[in-house]
């Protein structure tokens, strides 16, 4: 009785009746929140004492790296579920999060490079963090190919599980790499157990950013399994009265 | 049950007999040992006519160079770590056998590390001094590719596992292993350049050492999943 619950978040059919239901309210709420993160951020914090005005590609850059680590634990986390208890849903998150961390990894690499130049001098260099960034979009990319080659879905999706959860070591990583190596990254100034060392006016905006990133990442991999849903349970009664409705004013009118 | 208390009383009899009929094939078809020592022989060449003869150059690029063809050449001899045994059904049989998964695995990848990392790692050295490396670095070369193949030969078995079912599998496995490769060679590669610059290279060496434990306790269990996945594909 207790695992009930459990086992109906397995039900594709059920995620995206219910999804069907929240996401214009996530839709909003992330637009609402990243708005006003971005303005807040490259309008009206001050300007840093070092970089100037140029530090403010920060609050596009750290969330989406923060959003980059936590994807692969989501696809990782989603494929051991799916590995352990054989459910259908978790495999389709899994597959789902793939090109969305794989985006977000990009999108870091590329501000980050974009920063570099006016404060570092350089668009690349070969430091511990961005080598272990580039690593992350190496697993990404490994797991979306190797989706794309196997000849059977279930083996597939397990391969993927397998593969997500032998490349989990490098997470811990990256986020340790500024305290092992000394490197143009800057130690972490956000910190859990002490106050940060970074200035209130910079820090609430910044947390608004990965908050919107959450929130943009909950929507986009929402979409994105909503959209895998449609496409492995095609065959179903319920996805075909779906196609039906969606499509029955166009032949009656 | 017989058979129960068979496996009991000799718990890594399927261990050792898959071992040395692994060991026997091997040697049976001893030339192909020498397949990844060749092209690591071929590739080292490269380097000087690719780029610069001279030996400051060499010196200063020969630690990483050797390391990098080392990697290259463990990965080409993976693919065919499971390849036989998925065409003629043996996959199967190690499903069926009364030991675990996880010691069939290791059996394959320590006959695979006898059969290729443990020479490539021995002569090293060797093609150490065609690259002008500097007195240092000899013995840091031999000490880290020990662990370092060893390492390589563990992820990699879990590639080939994953890929041995695909059609152009060779080349999706190295795509799908090389990010993982990534930490061992920069530890190995750092560690060579520091013996070569004079420095001591015990945290290089412990860190090795540690990596090699942990994928010594994780990799063959994923290997395992992964041929239970080739298996029913």
């Given at each position: 009785m207790a695992w009930q619950w459990f086992h109906r978040l397995g039900s594709p059919r059920w995620f995206y009746?219910k999804t069907?239901?929240?996401?214009?309210?996530?839709?909003?709420?992330?637009?609402?929140?990243?708005?006003?993160?971005?303005?807040?951020?490259?309008?009206?914090?001050?300007?840093?004492?070092?970089?100037?005005?140029?530090?403010?590609?920060?609050?596009?850059?750290?969330?989406?790296?923060?959003l980059?680590l936590v994807g692969y634990y989501v696809m990782a986390v989603a494929g051991a579920v799916g590995l352990i208890w054989r459910m259908k849903l978790p495999f389709m998150v899994m597959k789902s999060a793939a090109p969305i961390g794989?985006?977000?990894?990009?999108?870091?690499?590329?501000?980050?490079?974009?920063?570099?130049?006016?404060?570092?001098?350089?668009?690349?260099?070969?430091?511990?963090?961005?080598?272990?960034?580039?690593?992350?979009?190496?697993l990404y990319?490994?797991i979306i190919?190797l989706q794309?080659?196997y000849?059977v879905r279930e083996g597939a999706d397990k391969a993927c599980a397998i593969l997500a959860l032998v490349g989990t070591i490098n997470v811990?990583?990256?986020?340790?790499?500024?305290?092992?190596?000394?490197?143009?990254?800057?130690?972490?100034?956000?910190?859990?157990?002490?106050?940060?060392?970074?200035?209130?006016?910079?820090?609430?905006?910044?947390?608004?950013?990965?908050?919107?990133?959450y929130?943009?990442y909950s929507?986009a991999l929402i979409?994105y399994t909503r959209a895998e849903i449609?496409?492995r349970e095609?065959?179903?009664?319920?996805?075909?009265?779906?196609?039906?409705?969606?499509?029955?004013?166009?032949?009656?009118? | 049950?017989?058979?129960?208390?068979?496996?009991?009383?000799?718990?890594?009899?399927?261990?050792?007999?898959?071992?040395?009929?692994?060991?026997?094939?091997?040697?049976?078809?001893?030339?192909?040992?020498?397949?990844?020592?060749?092209?690591?022989?071929?590739?080292?060449?490269?380097?000087?006519?690719?780029?610069?003869?001279?030996?400051?150059?060499?010196?200063?690029?020969?630690?990483?160079?050797?390391?990098?063809?080392?990697?290259?050449?463990?990965?080409?001899?993976?693919?065919?770590?499971?390849?036989?045994?998925?065409?003629?059904?043996?996959?199967?049989?190690?499903?069926?056998?009364?030991?675990?998964?996880?010691?069939?695995?290791?059996?394959?990848?320590?006959?695979?590390?006898?059969?290729?990392?443990?020479?490539?790692?021995?002569?090293?050295?060797?093609?150490?001094?065609?690259?002008?490396?500097?007195?240092?670095?000899?013995?840091?070369?031999?000490?880290?590719?020990?662990?370092?193949?060893?390492?390589?030969?563990?992820?990699?078995?879990t590639?080939?596992?994953l890929?041995?079912?695909?059609?152009?599998?060779?080349?999706?496995?190295?795509?799908?292993?090389?990010?993982?490769?990534?930490?061992?060679?920069?530890?190995?590669?750092?560690?060579?350049?520091?013996?070569?610059?004079?420095?001591?290279?015990?945290?290089?060496?412990?860190?090795?050492?540690?990596?090699?434990?942990?994928?010594?306790?994780i990799?063959?269990f994923a290997?395992a999943g992964a041929?239970r996945i080739?298996?029913s594909?």
């Open positions: 009746e069907s239901r929240w996401l214009p309210w996530i839709a909003a709420l992330t637009a609402t929140i990243w708005l006003i993160s971005l303005v807040w951020g490259l309008g009206f914090a001050p300007a840093d004492a070092k970089q100037g005005n140029s530090y403010r590609i920060i609050f596009i850059h750290m969330p989406a790296a923060v980059a794989a985006g977000l990894t990009l999108l870091t690499l590329a501000t980050g490079s974009l920063w570099g130049h006016p404060t570092w001098g350089t668009y690349w260099e070969w430091d511990a963090r961005n080598i272990f960034m580039l690593v992350l979009l190496f990319l490994g190919l794309s080659v000849p811990p990583i990256i986020y340790k790499s500024v305290d092992w190596w000394y490197s143009l990254h800057q130690p972490a100034t956000i910190k859990l157990t002490e106050s940060s060392t970074i200035h209130p006016s910079m820090f609430y905006p910044l947390l608004l950013s990965i908050l919107a990133y929130c943009f929507l979409l449609i496409s095609g065959r179903t009664q319920w996805v075909r009265a779906l196609v039906a409705t969606k499509h029955a004013p166009e032949r009656t009118g | 049950m017989k058979g129960n208390s068979e496996s009991n009383e000799r718990p890594f009899a399927v261990f050792t007999s898959l071992f040395r009929r692994e060991i026997t094939l091997i040697w049976r078809h001893r030339s192909d040992m020498a397949n990844p020592l060749v092209f690591f022989l071929i590739a080292i060449t490269l380097l000087p006519l690719g780029v610069d003869p001279s030996r400051q150059m060499l010196a200063q690029l020969a630690p990483g160079m050797i390391w990098i063809m080392a990697l290259l050449a463990t990965l080409l001899s993976l693919d065919g770590l499971f390849r036989s045994d998925y065409e003629d059904g043996s996959i199967d049989q190690y499903l069926l056998t009364s030991q675990p998964l996880y010691l069939t695995a290791l059996a394959k990848i320590c006959a695979h590390w006898l059969s290729t990392g443990l020479p490539l790692a021995l002569v090293a050295p060797l093609l150490g001094a065609m690259l002008a490396l500097p007195e240092g670095g000899y013995l840091a070369l031999l000490l880290t590719l020990l662990p370092g193949t060893a390492i390589m030969s563990l992820i990699g078995a590639g080939a596992a890929t041995v079912c695909l059609r152009a599998g060779g080349l999706i496995l190295s795509l799908l292993v090389m990010p993982l490769y990534l930490p061992v060679l920069i530890l190995g590669a750092n560690a060579v350049t520091a013996a070569v610059g004079g420095f001591p290279i015990d945290t290089h060496l412990a860190l090795l050492g540690a990596y090699l434990a942990l994928m010594l306790i990799m063959p290997t041929l080739s298996a594909a």
